[in-house]
């Protein structure tokens, strides 16, 4: 035993004691901050923390979470804090919290410095989704109005176009002159088909009354025959037949893809003109696609935090694929066990101080169940925050996120009422204006979450907007300065968004009455004149498809009748031609009765003619004897 | 500079006729936890027996730093092993479970798999490195320090102040 190494390891004990009590606090101020920080993805400052060893008490003086969708504003900001810490739990490394109290809460305040996290996120899965669906959201169209007086001379437009209705329509004639060689050749064979009937109708004619029965054997045979002949026949004309309708199917259909590409010719047209169809293009998602694809991924990557921080119920953990130097935890159950982290109850309440800028805001709400360990605590966590500011505008949020067991189905709505919109950034959409002066929204959004999939929908109802263009330039564009026109005054706008991920796939929909807004603006700015442009084009265009269907309808009709005629025809004669062997069969057989019977009576009477010999012998020879 | 030191002191240590049960038994604690991914309550415990028994330390800082180097290489095994002790082997489970629900022995963090996995490696190996290294100290005492020790280096080790407190607190 090394007694001064007992004495160096005491004092090295007693500086340890000595770190912790001086600097203790600030460790553990960064690595709560860091933590936050992790699931944020935003700056997260804690002041003031102070952590009392005697009666395990905690006292934070604010937290400041920024808001990772805009950095300059705090998503929430709160004061005095207090907590105390369950001792026994600690002994187990395990932090056990009964009830947190926050007060003073307020969200959205502004900060005095960037909340941006200096050191990027490594980009994941998420990210490059994100930037995928990024791609395929709609881009602006551009309409010039000195352009459109040029472009709206339909007879230049059209002299130079070759339209694809036309070539189509061409096309499918040179089908149909194939169809009518075929046909053609089709047609030689039913009329080798008929000869063979006339042939056939030669043999029945044959056939006469038969005067004995091998006589009446053989035409009999002859009947079979020709039965069987014209059974054969029969099969070839009902192929023949079916093969006509299958043709005229295809051909049917090929004369309406006709109307594919009148629709094409409109289109391509219409961008010639450069004049998009105003009614299609989703201007809602072109305006606010990025920024509502920003906010909502923010708020999946959080609930994917959130998912990954509140693992399920798994009664053998499959073997994860954990980073080097970490391995992976193992719970285990027990009737004492406490999860490694719980906070039991967050109670909320918040007043903003007289005569502030605060004054008159008010929220309360409380948090239960946040713990690392769902399955071991047994209970869900659930959220039911209330906030309203002074101008009466309210927040309710509720959720209830249950991990206890593996299926789940976890939802988190939000309801915002009466949100003033001049403190909302509308981003650096070019088209957007700089900032809005009034106008207040209701915003309804719902998060689902599954093991499968996460789903979240955003209903955002606004009203009486004003939007300030000032610092952007001006447009130089029909499009963008009709779109500027209905942006700076807006009575009701509604905007309704669904964010889907399955199997790691992200499908974004937007759809606004802000679209219908902004064509009919666009339609009634440029006027009759392009109405009626674009009505005399689809004229055009609805010619050249009512021309070249005709057309086509002409020539199938033409060999359609010669076809028809010609299968009637070998139809008729056939069914003529089996009537009259079923009539020269029955008429046969009546014969071959008459004959059977004619038989019989001669056998009858030869037989009575002998037996009269044999009595008349048998008495002769009875008088002799 | 710090592992250096050990180093060097590990080398004395091997040159300075001291027992090589001794030097063996600090190598092997060492081992322990040089194996080991993170500092756990199991380390800090066997950090004090390196301290106060009367082993060498220079041969116990020499295997943290020897063996700390090339576990990581090994994580995914001790993943492995540690995964199947915790998750597969059913009978060890109450163990387990005992363990996890009393105070103290959740802070060994031997619910987690590369934890566990090193743990095992290491208590398993404790023994074979003890004799193997006893028995490599002994062949190098008697057979090669005496050449090396005739090296211009030794006689700069020898010189190091680290070396000369080392020396003081075990003669106490």
């Given at each position: 035993m090394r007694n001064r190494a007992i004495l160096i390891l005491l004092a090295f004990l007693v500086i340890i004691g000595l770190v912790c009590f001086l600097w203790g606090n600030t460790f553990?101020?960064?690595?709560?901050?860091?933590?936050?920080?992790?699931?944020?993805?935003?700056?997260?400052?804690?002041?003031?923390?102070?952590?009392?060893?005697?009666?395990?008490?905690?006292?934070?003086?604010s937290v400041q979470i920024a808001n990772p969708a805009d950095t300059w504003k705090n998503i929430i900001d709160t004061k005095k804090i207090s907590f105390n810490l369950a001792p026994g739990p600690l002994f187990e490394g395990k932090t056990v919290i009964d009830e947190i109290v926050l007060e003073e809460l307020t969200f959205n305040t502004k900060r005095r410095t960037d909340g941006k996290l200096k050191k990027k996120a490594k980009p994941e899965k998420a990210a490059k989704q994100q930037s995928q669906l990024q791609k395929t959201i709609a881009a602006m169209p551009i309409l010039k109005p000195e352009t459109i007086t040029d472009n709206l001379d339909l007879k230049k437009l059209t002299d130079s176009y070759q339209f694809k209705t036309d070539l189509s329509a061409a096309r499918i004639e040179d089908d149909f002159s194939?169809?009518?060689?075929?046909?053609?050749?089709?047609?030689?064979?039913?009329?080798?088909?008929?000869?063979?009937?006339?042939?056939?109708?030669?043999?029945?004619?044959?056939?006469?009354?038969?005067?004995?029965?091998?006589?009446?054997?053989?035409?009999?045979?002859?009947?079979?025959?020709?039965?069987?002949?014209?059974?054969?026949?029969?099969?070839?004309?009902?192929?023949?037949?079916?093969?006509?309708?299958?043709?005229?199917?295809?051909?049917?259909?090929?004369?309406?893809?006709?109307?594919?590409?009148?629709?094409?010719?409109?289109?391509?047209?219409?961008?010639?003109?450069?004049?998009?169809?105003?009614?299609?293009?989703?201007?809602?998602?072109?305006?606010?696609?990025?920024?509502?694809?920003?906010?909502?991924?923010?708020?999946?990557?959080?609930?994917d935090n959130l998912q990954k921080s509140l693992p399920v119920k798994v009664e053998n953990p499959p073997k994860a694929k954990p980073a080097r130097g970490e391995g992976q935890n193992i719970v285990f159950s027990g009737r004492k066990t406490y999860p490694r982290f719980l906070i039991k109850k967050v109670a909320i309440s918040g007043k903003g101080t007289p005569d502030s800028s605060m004054d008159g805001f008010y929220a309360k709400g409380a948090l239960t169940g946040i713990t690392s360990e769902p399955p071991v605590y047994g209970l869900p966590l659930t959220a039911a925050v209330f906030a309203q500011a002074s101008n009466q505008a309210f927040l309710q949020l509720d959720g209830?996120?249950?991990?206890?067991?593996?299926?789940?189905?976890?939802?988190?709505?939000?309801?915002?009422?009466?949100?003033?919109?001049?403190?909302?950034?509308?981003?650096?959409?070019?088209?957007?204006?700089?900032?809005?002066?009034?106008?207040?929204?209701?915003?309804?959004?719902?998060?689902?979450?599954?093991?499968?999939?996460?789903?979240?929908?955003?209903?955002?109802?606004?009203?009486?907007?004003?939007?300030?263009?000032?610092?952007?330039?001006?447009?130089?564009?029909?499009?963008?300065?009709?779109?500027?026109?209905?942006?700076?005054?807006?009575?009701?706008?509604?905007?309704?968004?669904?964010?889907?991920?399955?199997?790691?796939?992200?499908?974004?929909?937007?759809?606004?009455?802000?679209?219908?807004?902004?064509?009919d603006g666009l339609k009634e700015a440029v006027g009759e004149k392009v109405t009626g442009f674009t009505n005399e084009l689809k004229a055009k265009v609805d010619a050249k498809l009512d021309e070249g269907q005709k057309t086509l309808e002409a020539a199938k009709q033409r060999y359609q009748q010669k076809v028809d005629a010609k299968l009637n025809e070998v139809r008729t004669k056939l069914n003529t031609e089996e009537r009259e062997l079923e009539a020269k069969q029955k008429e046969l057989e009546a014969r071959k009765k008459e004959l059977e019977r004619e038989q019989q009576i001669k056998v009858e009477a030869n037989k009575k003619e002998l037996e009269e010999k044999i009595q008349k012998e048998l008495e002769r020879l009875k008088d002799k004897l | 500079?710090?592992?250096?030191?050990?180093?060097?002191?590990?080398?004395?240590?091997?040159?300075?006729?001291?027992?090589?049960?001794?030097?063996?038994?600090?190598?092997?604690?060492?081992?322990?936890?040089?194996?080991?991914?993170?500092?756990?309550?199991?380390?800090?415990?066997?950090?004090?027996?390196?301290?106060?028994?009367?082993?060498?330390?220079?041969?116990?800082?020499?295997?943290?730093?020897?063996?700390?180097?090339?576990?990581?290489?090994?994580?995914?095994?001790?993943?492995?092993?540690?995964?199947?002790?915790?998750?597969?082997?059913?009978s060890l489970k109450p163990i387990w479970t005992y363990l996890y629900n009393i105070p103290i022995a959740p802070l060994s963090k031997f619910y987690n798999t590369l934890v566990m996995g090193s743990l095992a490696v290491s208590l398993v190996a404790f023994f074979p490195i003890y004799l193997a290294f006893k028995q490599l100290v002994k062949v190098y005492q008697s057979k090669m320090a005496a050449k090396v020790d005739q090296f211009k280096i030794m006689q700069l080790i020898k010189g190091n102040k680290l070396f000369q407190l080392y020396q003081k607190i075990k003669l106490q």
């Open positions: 553990i101020t960064w690595a709560i901050e860091n933590t936050l920080q992790a699931i944020t993805g935003a700056k997260a400052e804690i002041e003031g923390f102070r952590l009392n060893l005697f009666d395990m008490s905690v006292r934070i003086n194939v169809h009518e060689e075929k046909w053609d050749a089709n047609l030689e064979d039913l009329n080798q088909i008929q000869t063979e009937l006339e042939s056939l109708d030669q043999k029945i004619a044959q056939l006469k009354k038969p005067n004995n029965l091998p006589e009446l054997k053989k035409q009999l045979d002859l009947v079979e025959e020709v039965r069987g002949s014209a059974q054969q026949l029969k099969t070839r004309v009902k192929t023949y037949d079916e093969r006509f309708k299958e043709d005229n199917q295809a051909l049917e259909a090929m004369i309406k893809s006709l109307k594919n590409e009148a629709e094409a010719d409109y289109q391509e047209l219409l961008a010639l003109a450069k004049l998009p169809d105003f009614s299609n293009i989703n201007y809602a998602e072109i305006l606010l696609g990025e920024t509502i694809l920003n906010t909502s991924t923010t708020i999946i990557n959080a609930v209830k996120i249950n991990h206890v067991a593996p299926v789940f189905n976890d939802r988190i709505t939000l309801k915002l009422k009466d949100l003033p919109l001049p403190q909302v950034d509308l981003g650096k959409n070019e088209h957007l204006p700089s900032k809005i002066l009034a106008g207040k929204a209701d915003i309804e959004a719902v998060a689902q979450m599954t093991p499968d999939f996460i789903k979240l929908e955003l209903l955002i109802t606004a009203a009486n907007l004003k939007g300030d263009f000032t610092g952007k330039k001006e447009p130089d564009d029909l499009i963008a300065a009709i779109i500027r026109d209905t942006l700076a005054n807006l009575n009701q706008v509604t905007l309704n968004c669904q964010l889907e991920r399955i199997n790691d796939q992200l499908e974004l929909k937007i759809s606004s009455n802000l679209n219908r807004m902004i064509s | 500079m710090f592992w250096l030191n050990f180093i060097f002191k590990f080398i004395k240590t091997l040159h300075s006729k001291e027992d090589p049960h001794n030097i063996a038994m600090g190598f092997a604690l060492g081992s322990i936890i040089g194996l080991a991914p993170f500092f756990t309550l199991q380390n800090v415990f066997v950090f004090i027996l390196i301290l106060i028994l009367n082993v060498s330390i220079g041969a116990a800082f020499f295997a943290i730093l020897f063996f700390g180097c090339f576990a990581y290489l090994f994580d995914p095994q001790f993943h492995s092993l540690g995964y199947f002790l915790l998750v597969k082997i059913d």
